[in-house]
């Protein structure tokens, strides 16, 4: 199945959510840390609807990070940057804590990334 096929417009996000457990985040990059937290708040009563948002200095393009959303098994649909859409679960700030413990492992088992900085 091409998984971008649950990638959707913002006005079909806006029907969607209606029915679904909605859950946002910046997915830059994407994490391991990611599919675990989907998981857990993923219901089998609900779908779960993904709003891809956008950080300030992404790494990936937006739809680089939809299409990546996409292809986790837990994600039902994905949608860029909706507006206006009601979201239940806000992921950007647990995302920042995870990045910033992601970086420091990297600088901690590669000195000289952190010498460049």
């Known amino acids: 199945m091409d998984t971008r096929a649950k990638i959707i417009a913002g006005a079909d996000a806006a029907r969607v959510a209606q029915d679904a457990t909605v859950v946002s985040g910046y997915f830059d990059p994407l994490l391991a840390w990611h599919a675990a937290r ?3 708040i993923k219901t089998d009563a609900r779908p779960l609807l993904v709003v891809v948002e956008n950080p300030s200095k992404p790494i990936l393009p937006a739809g680089a990070r ?3 959303a996409a292809s986790l098994a837990t ?3 994905v949608v ?6 009601a979201v239940d679960v ?3 700030a647990e995302e920042a804590a995870k990045l910033a413990e992601l970086i420091a492992r990297v ?3 590669c000195p000289k990334a952190s010498e460049s900085r």
């Open 38 to 40: 989907l998981h857990e």
């Open 66 to 68: 939809a299409e990546l």
């Open 75 to 77: 994600a039902d649909y």
């Open 80 to 85: 860029e940057c909706a507006e206006g859409i």
């Open 90 to 92: 806000r992921l950007e």
């Open 107 to 109: 600088h901690a088992r």
